[in-house]
T-cell receptor, first 113, second 110 residues
Framework: EADIYQTPRYLVIGTGKKITLECSQTMGHDKMYWYQQDPGMELHLIHYSYGVNSTEKGDLSSESTVSRIRTEHFPLTLESARPSHTSQYLC????????????FGPGTRLLVL | GNSVTQMEGPVTLSEEAFLTINCTYTATGYPSLFWYVQYPGEGLQLLLKATKADDKGSNKGFEATYRKETTSFHLEKGSVQVSDSAVYFCALINNNDMRFGAGTRLTVKP
């Protein structure tokens, strides 16, 4: 079972603030993903990474950035939070060369006022 | 392109009823197919998977068979329990492109 940690678990913040959502994993998985999901609804891919110094945009990436300086960490930054960013953010990992099973973190619930 | 279409919910069943959640996909080549489950307040977790045609994935009494001829991967369980109440997501990966269905919420009543 993969160990994936996301912090904070819950965040309430005002419009215009810059925020960084943390995702870390202890499994040494190469691939990491960020998804946005309204509770119980469809997942939307925001960004993904195939390894250190590799980042790619997903379908919903225009208002956020990511970095992958270390294998273990894949932080997601919203430069200027808006109420439309209110959602749940899920981080996932995949081990390179494996069967592409995604291991998900517990998620961060974000509320932008 | 790659896409997944799954049965819209919500689905409400009585305990011990038979469950089917339909999932069809569009992809070129040979994708791997997955069912993920999300229990209330939790992240997604893998329920079962199949990596090639005619494979059957199974776990916790759930089953799904990879049908290439009908491009389907329907989820079934013979007798659902209250604890199966969750949102179920069908997904595929094909050439590093990961796609999820919209999710189907299942509620099982005692």
């Amino acid at each position: 079972e993969a160990d994936i940690y996301q912090t904070p678990r819950y965040l309430v913040i005002g419009t215009g603030k810059k925020i960084t959502l943390e995702c870390s994993q202890t499994m040494g998985h190469d691939k990491m993903y960020w998804y946005q999901q309204d509770p119980g609804m469809e997942l939307h891919l925001i960004h993904y990474s195939y390894g250190v110094n590799s980042t790619e945009k997903g379908d919903l990436s225009s208002e956020s950035t990511v970095s992958r300086i270390r294998t273990e960490h894949f932080p997601l930054t919203l430069e200027s939070a808006r109420p439309s960013h209110t959602s749940q953010y899920l981080c996932a990992t995949v081990r390179h060369g494996a069967d592409e099973t995604q291991y998900f973190g517990p998620g961060t619930r974000l509320l932008v006022l | 392109g790659n896409s997944v279409t799954q049965m819209e919910g919500p689905v409400t069943l009585s305990e011990e009823a038979f469950l089917t959640i339909n999932c069809t996909y569009t992809a070129t080549g040979y994708p791997s197919l997955f069912w993920y489950v999300q229990y209330p307040g939790e992240g997604l977790q893998l329920l079962l998977k199949a990596t090639k045609a005619d494979d059957k994935g199974s776990n916790k009494g759930f089953e799904a068979t990879y049908r290439k001829e009908t491009t389907s991967f329907h989820l079934e369980k013979g007798s659902v329990q209250v604890s199966d109440s969750a949102v179920y997501f069908c997904a595929l990966i094909n050439n590093n492109d990961m796609r999820f269905g919209a999710g189907t919420r299942l509620t099982v009543k005692p």
